[in-house]
């Protein structure tokens, strides 16, 4: 039996074409589809839609229904539609009546918006404390290797003299960025839809505002349409949050899997965090880093996906919609994997000193020694002449001593301030504010 259900059933293979893979994604849901009925409970008891004793009794076998969620107990049976159904469906094998009453004023649809906004927002506060470590551990990485020369390049050709310490903080402050538009994603995720049923409202005199501050969303999604039409606009935003991780993170694995080329040398790992080849013994192969770069540029993709899916819908709820749970919840365990594997390879990384003594490196001081020139009231244009014909007659002569000193710069990383713009972003989220009210409401 279905919710919807009234006398005739849907034809078995339409059931089975259209539920999809709720049934599995739906478990993703099932914690958040507790919290957001016992805050809608709470308010149709203040409404008087529940009596105090509907309510405690209501309330009792949720934070039963939770707990086996969180011990792992938790099921959804064949031929049971969703998360929503199920739960419903144990309440009412429970408490009889008293279970048909918890949907008063709520449709499907803003109990699915709401769940997805809560699984969101608990996601991208994940998805963030795992980039605050890979951010943590670059910045580390940046002071400990700040004195370590590195060749830059432009064009893949060598350019100007770089160091370990600007590669690993550009790379550090790039999930400062990042962060920011998690941040974005995360403002639009904590708003709450609850109320708007169907997409056109209730008859009953719901409190919205209440549900919203049980919940610790930060405000509504006032008008009802809309909270409906935020449904494939709100994933699409975590969706460009989540790509712009995964662009960092495919381009760092891209400069390891280079720079560990023995062409290059810069870098090694222990034989443990690399594999090797069927037939030839001297193979050192970045795999991770490889299979990193790859699923972080499947990730750059979801974006598109997701806009391909809801590209010309019209407003109110379509079945469409549903996919959107195949693309975006896996996402997030491949983006947390891949963090957590770049993590434990820099943790692991060796780099190589003395790196521009090689002769091959020489050219890469040649803008040195234009500067230099300047700084004895040469112009510019003059000096860059005078350096370039000593590079072309082969009599090109050159320091190794670095004068860099402005912000940003390989004698000035500014790592502190890149660590303060970091520390401000992730204080804005105030995921402790969300996860008190969260505990008050389970507890």
Not at 9 to 14: G, I, R, Y
Not at 16 to 25: A, P
Not at 234 to 246: D, G, H, Q, Y
Request: glycine share 6%.
């Amino acid at each position: 039996m279905k919710l919807w259900q009234k006398d005739k059933d849907a034809l078995k293979e339409v059931s089975q074409f259209t539920i999809g893979k709720d049934n599995e994604l739906d478990l993703f849901l099932a914690p958040f589809d507790v919290l957001g009925s016992l805050a809608h409970i709470e308010m149709l008891a203040s409404i008087g839609l529940l009596e105090k004793s509907e309510l405690d009794k209501l309330t009792s076998a949720l934070k039963e229904i939770f707990q086996e969620i969180l011990n792992g107990n938790f099921k959804i049976e064949e031929g049971v539609e969703d998360i929503h159904s199920q739960i419903e469906m144990i309440l009412t094998s429970q408490l009889g009546e008293i279970g048909k009453k918890i949907h008063s004023g709520r449709s499907r649809n803003d109990q699915v918006l709401v769940d997805i906004k809560l699984f969101l927002r608990n996601e991208i506060q994940e998805l963030v404390n795992e980039t605050k470590k890979l951010f943590d551990l670059l910045i580390s990485l940046s002071e400990k290797h700040k004195d370590t020369l590195l060749p830059g390049y432009t064009h893949l050709q060598l350019a100007m003299p770089s160091s370990f310490g600007l590669w690993f903080g550009a790379y550090a402050e790039s999930l400062v960025d990042d962060v920011i538009s998690l941040q974005s994603a995360y403002k639009i995720t904590n708003k709450n839809p609850l109320g708007s049923a169907a997409g056109y409202g209730s008859s009953f005199p719901l409190n919205r505002k209440m549900t919203t501050e049980l919940l610790g969303f930060s405000d509504l999604n006032y008008n009802v349409v809309y909270a409906q039409m935020g449904r494939g606009k709100t994933e699409k935003v975590v969706a460009a949050a989540i790509s712009n991780v995964a662009s960092t993170l495919s381009k760092l694995a891209m400069d390891a899997c280079l720079y560990l080329n023995q062409n290059f040398g810069f870098i090694s790992f222990p034989e443990e965090l690399t594999t090797g080849s069927s037939i030839m013994p001297h193979k050192k192969n970045p795999d991770a880093f490889e299979l990193i770069r790859s699923r972080c540029n499947t990730l750059q993709a979801l974006p598109q996906e997701i806009t391909l899916i809801t590209t010309n819908l019209p407003s109110g709820y379509h079945r469409d919609l549903q996919l959107l749970k195949e693309k975006l919840f896996p996402a997030f365990s491949q983006l947390k994997d891949c963090l957590r594997m770049t993590h434990l390879m820099l943790s692991n990384v060796e780099v190589k000193q003395d790196l521009l003594k090689d002769e091959k490196y020489k050219y890469l001081f040649s803008v040195e020694e234009v500067n230099k020139l300047v700084l004895q009231g040469i112009p510019f244009r003059d000096a860059y002449r005078i350096i370039g014909q000593s590079i072309a007659k082969g009599e090109f002569n050159h320091s190794e001593n670095l004068t860099h000193t402005h912000e940003g710069s390989i004698g000035n990383l500014c790592n502190d301030e890149i660590q303060r713009m970091m520390n401000t972003e992730i204080q804005s989220f105030q995921f402790d504010v969300v996860n008190q009210k969260l505990e008050r409401l389970i507890k």
